[in-house]
């Protein structure tokens, strides 16, 4: 069977035999037949594609030892030969494919040096004599789409490749960029130009060998000045949002090139000491973008736009970052950070958030249609919701650990998160079943619960704003009284930060189960150790206020399942609650309870009703408020298998009960053995709780509603279920940790983390919270 010459090079490259034959052959054979205009510019008004007359001798049947290297015009001849199904099209595809390979073939270390020496002649040969660099520009214009992508592709090789062997930029392509990129908008066609760069920035920041700063500062360089001239073209100065509502646009195409550039970009200012303006750009102008993503651009394009903000605020620009952020030591980034969260906020605080029209459907592989019966992506796009959260909590965390008094802040804060609850509060559909949102702090893990590494981001953004605030107030007064500590408490709640409601919360969403802590801790893509190691500082010190909220949480808040059966007061005008009440509910305490929040406004925190003669069983799995978690809290399981076969401890088989109401005595001096119990495993069924506090009920239980069956008088000692579920969660995970730590199979050294468990540990055993 004969077989092409182009055929048998592509099968010896791939395999990595050496090729025999001169360097003029190779390089005959890997010319494009592509002819340049003739003012010979890098512009192509036409293309000559390789002709089917004459043949040529298969590759098997060429004498070595006395071989002719071929013009242009035999191996031109020689494509009447290929298979029949090959067309002039493919062969130069072909081409194309093979120019990419040889160029990752001749940077391998894992390739004879006499292979790569060959395939470095034969670049140089294509490059000097063959002009391959400005036939390559010509099919980027191609209206084949799959020709110009690959152009594109070999073009940033060959241009990637001088700049590593030879520390030199390719003057054409230099030219070529200079000129397309300045031309704008008169020259609409730049998308190819913006894919070879990007393709380049990409190649030089895998390289593990290659000096990456310098490489980058000779690429970049020349450009500066004329990316962020396109970057003010594209994005304002030109920009008309009529040109961009479909996708498939040849504006949209250019817009959506120049995002994935500017990611590129921003992952490149890692590696200079001094950035460039084009790598700082997006920083310092981010309101143009802001802008666009208001504006009427396609859905995909402000999609794009708000996914790469949310990479500048976490100062994550690339998955394969050893280091992961950048440093904030740096003062250009504190600069930059400063600018971008300044223009967001106050753009957000208009209010921006609410003019954004969020998708109603998900968008899917092969369209936009949800698969019959599944409603778990109904209402807005999540992926939007929690990604525009993120970077307003961000910018507010940046903003707020950069003020030095708390007047500078604190104005904006709260305006920020009272746009921000009317965000969520618009945005999430709860399911029938479930029960409205009271209270602010809960929203965080209700957005958050599907995206872990992103619910940890913004946990811990906001305990960093609560232990700045706090700071903040401590240094401003020696002491504080007792009203400006209520006032501070209900602030808290009110705009959603609350550090220990947030966390409880999510115990809640999870059913307290320490397996899933542990693979927090694990993992690497989240941030749960730092924020954990936070918080646990704070509660060390911050006790009270802890147990405090646990009470809460008990009293007024999910002991029952009252309001999925009891309708609350109010509930009809909750509902229909205009943006304007919800921001002013949110900044003014009510001045006659501002500790337990137990107003008649219904936004207000832990606000249940129920009737006298009504009593519901705690059912963990209604706490997950919207259809969206549902489902989640029956499928969280641990991920790994923690415990060995000689020291397993028992595990519960999900029936426990809450407490054991055996061991509660009626009097002051049994609280500790209540609490006790409350964290001991039981076999007891969940109606055994029921029974018990309908007997401590009728034993003389002098309240109006079932609810204060809990609450400390008296004669009767507070059950603290949170507070006794939680603790335990901890012990639990603090068992675990220590257990994977003996077997030195915890990744890291857990000494600290375990200390703070430990010492946690004590408080709850030790201390007798009032």
Known sequence: ????????????????????????????????????????????????????????????????????????????????????????????????????????KAQSQEIEFNTRQKYCEIFALLLKEAKIDSKLICLLSSTDQLLSHMASKSLASLVYFQLKEEIALNVTWLTF???????????????????????????????????????????????????????????????????????????????????????????????????????????????????????????????????????????????????????LQSPSFYEDMLALSSAFLQIVNLPWLNHIPLREKASYFGGSETAPGDDTHSGSDQTVLRTLSLVVLKALEFKCLNSATEAEIEGEFQSSMSQLLIFWRSHMKCSPQSHPVVHHCEWLSLIFIEQDDDMWEAAKALLLIYLKFDRLRHDAVDSLSKKEEETWNFRTHANGYNPHCIFLFFLEKIAFDSTVLLDFLISSETCFLEYLVRYLKLLRKDWHQFVHVCDHFDTKHRIFQSISSVKPCNQEKQSGMTDESLQNACCKPEPETPVSLASSHNYLVFTTEQGDNEVSEYNQSNSLICNNSTSLLGSLQSLVNYDSSEDSELESDGKESLVNTKHVALNNESETRIRAACCSYTDCEPNTLKSEVLSLKQKGSNTSSCLTCMVSSDNIAPLRIMLC???????????????????????????????LLSHIEKISKNVNPQ
């Open 1 to 104: 069977m004969e077989i092409s010459l182009l055929q048998q090079m592509y099968k010896d490259v791939l395999v990595g035999i050496p090729l025999a034959k001169e360097s003029h052959h190779y390089t005959s054979l890997l010319n494009l037949c592509v002819e340049q205009s003739p003012e010979g510019d890098e512009s192509c008004n036409w293309m000559h594609l390789p002709s089917t007359n004459g043949g040529i001798k298969s590759h098997g049947d060429t004498d070595m030892s006395d071989a002719v290297v071929p013009t242009t015009d035999d191996i031109s001849n020689s494509f009447a030969n290929m298979n029949s199904s090959f067309c002039p099209r493919e062969v130069m595809l072909l081409q194309l494919t093979l120019i990419k390979m040889m160029v990752a």
């Open 725 to 755: 579920k939680t603790t335990k969660c901890l012990e639990e995970l603090q068992n675990a940790i220590s257990r994977l730590q003996r077997r030195n199979l915890f990744p890291y050294n857990p000494s600290a983390l375990l200390k």
């Open 177 to 327: 960029s200079l000129k397309t990129l300045s031309g704008f908008p008169a020259n609409t066609q730049v998308a190819e130009c913006l894919w070879t760069l990007t393709t380049l920035i990409k190649d030089i920041l895998k390289d593990e060998v290659l000096p990456r700063a310098g490489i980058l500062k000779k690429l970049l360089a020349p450009l500066d000045a004329v990316l962020e001239g396109f970057y003010n073209s594209i994005l304002f100065h030109h920009f008309d949002s009529r040109h961009y509502i479909s996708p498939y646009s040849e504006a949209a195409n250019n817009l959506i090139s120049f995002i994935d550039l500017l990611e590129a970009l921003l992952a490149s200012r890692t590696e200079l000491e001094l950035p460039l303006r084009c790598q700082r750009v997006l920083f310092l102008k981010v309101s143009y973008v802001l802008n666009l993503i208001s504006s009427s651009i396609h859905y995909l394009v402000k999609k794009k736009f708000i996914m790469l903000l949310k990479k500048c605020v976490l100062y994550k620009s690339r998955e394969d970052a050893k280091s992961g952020s950048l440093s």
